[in-house]
């Protein structure tokens, strides 16, 4: 492994009265040279204290930050051959953007040959060719955000880190970005160490998804994996969306589960399932594209509380024997509301339902 946050305690001391608060209970990350690994989570899970542990500007209680092979717990952060990203840009006002991103070369005392290569080279893959003369105050802040990316890069940096570098940017802006830094890591193979509490931003860029809750680690894995098959009930309902049922296993064959829900069998097979046993009460995760919406056809029987046309889809808000279940039709076939207050037909996906321990 190239970076190694392993077995990390981070306890900040009691102070005018307060208690003394545990923000981070043990977390161990392992992320392999030239990886995308996000930390995901609400405000005060403890990923921007993993980050600031990475960077330097805070040191752990106990545990080790390893890189390369090398514990770096007391090298100063300045030597630690990292770059960051910061949520505000911290771009310098007084300076253009070619002397924006000349800084960190020139504090290495780098000769003005050598640094118009890199910059040259950097300016070209933000797409800010042209741009160098330019006051960050004549920059939009998509421009100032690159801006901000290109000063790291052109350290060339061991581990790139960043903390919800596009939070301040509009949606459609966001979503452009995020396409763009994830392109620029896969085409330099940069290790890179990213906050979010944006689940979408996490999905589109992550090659591992580091889930947070209360300065513990809920799940790791890859995207795909942490939303099909969530390991608890907070990694269900923080990621994405998810309908809750409870059920009861009555029959296992093979890799299928039947499972009786609100008076009918329901069939999943996945090899996720081979702990459970017959008999045990179960969570069954529903995310709201799995449910089928219909007049006419269907196992269960709705009730239609709420309709909302969203354009690409259709949000239901059903009455499932005393759930709320949220629907989204997709189909672009079908997409006529169903009026509120209509009794309906509703299925699942069965091959694409997770279920929980209770």
Not at 221 to 246: M, Q
Not at 296 to 302: H, V
Not at 311 to 324: K, P, R
Request: charged content about 25%; proline content about 4%; some cysteine.
């Amino acid at each position: 492994m190239y970076l190694v946050i392993d077995n990390v305690v981070k306890v900040f001391p009691a102070r005018g009265g307060a208690k003394e608060v545990r923000a981070l209970d043990g977390i161990t990350i392992e992320i392999n040279k030239g990886e995308l690994v996000t930390l995901l989570g609400p405000s005060g899970c403890g990923k921007t204290t993993t980050l600031r542990m990475v960077a330097g500007f805070e040191f752990p209680t106990s545990g080790n930050i390893i890189l390369d092979g090398k514990i770096i717990n007391d090298v100063p952060t300045h030597k630690r051959d990292m770059s960051m990203v910061f949520q505000s840009y911290a771009i310098f006002p007084h300076l253009n953007v070619y002397e924006n991103i000349a800084y960190g070369l020139n504090v290495q005392k780098m000769s003005k040959e050598e640094q118009k290569k890199r910059i040259d080279a950097v300016l070209e893959m933000v797409h800010l060719e042209g741009y160098e003369t330019r006051a960050p105050n004549q920059l939009s802040g998509g421009q100032q955000q690159r801006v901000a990316l290109a000063r790291a890069l052109v350290m060339e940096p061991k581990v790139l880190l960043m903390d919800e570098p596009l939070s301040n940017l509009d949606t459609k802006l966001r979503e452009k970005m995020r396409f763009e830094i994830r392109q620029l890591q896969r085409q330099l193979g940069f290790t890179c160490l990213y906050v979010t509490h944006d689940q979408l931003e996490a999905m589109v860029l992550s090659d591992k998804v580091v889930v947070m809750n209360n300065g513990r680690i809920e799940q790791i894995g890859k995207p795909r994996d942490i939303y099909r098959y969530p390991k608890t009930k907070f990694v269900a309902d923080f990621i994405g969306r998810a309908n809750f049922l409870e059920g009861k296993i009555i029959e296992k064959r093979n890799d299928e589960l039947i499972i009786m829900v609100e008076g009918n069998p329901l069939t999943i097979n996945d090899i996720h399932y081979n702990e459970f046993t017959i008999g045990e009460e179960v969570e069954i995760i529903v995310r709201p594209e799995m449910i089928q919406v219909r007049t006419e056809e269907g196992k269960y029987s709705a009730t239609i509380k709420q309709a909302a046309y969203l354009g690409e889809s259709i949000e239901y808000i059903l009455d499932f024997n005393g759930n709320e279940l949220t629907a989204h039709e997709t189909d672009p076939s079908r997409l006529e509301i169903i009026p509120e207050g209509s009794s309906v037909k509703i299925s699942f996906m069965e091959d694409c339902l997770h279920i929980l321990k209770k």
